[in-house]
């Protein structure tokens, strides 16, 4: 399994991480509170959220053949549900 991570900043971080889980949790195992998340996806894939003031902090684990193509989707999602503002998505690969 490969690693990335990306910060998102935002002040609405806890929104969208509570809109992408739920919207994600009719098709997928989902775990998620007002600061955390976690989303597991049928290709064995997994993203952790985490919330704070100002950050969505990502973490997306997934096989190595499928991270970017994992980065896109998430970032896609995000950045459908944030429409009024412009979210930026720096991934970096975690070792």
């Known amino acids: 399994m490969a690693q990335s991570k990306a910060d998102v900043h935002t002040a609405s971080g806890s929104k969208y991480l509570l809109q992408l889980c739920k919207h994600w949790s009719h098709k997928m195992v989902t775990e998620f509170d007002p600061k955390q998340g976690r989303v597991d996806f049928p290709s064995g894939a997994q993203l952790f959220l985490e ?7 990502l973490k997306l684990e997934a096989p190595d053949d499928g991270l ?3 980065e896109g989707v998430v970032a896609d999602h995000l950045k459908r549900f944030a429409f009024r503002e412009e979210l930026t998505f720096d991934w970096a690969k975690a070792a």
């Open 68 to 70: 970017e193509r994992m």
């Open 51 to 57: 919330a704070d003031d100002s950050v969505l902090h």
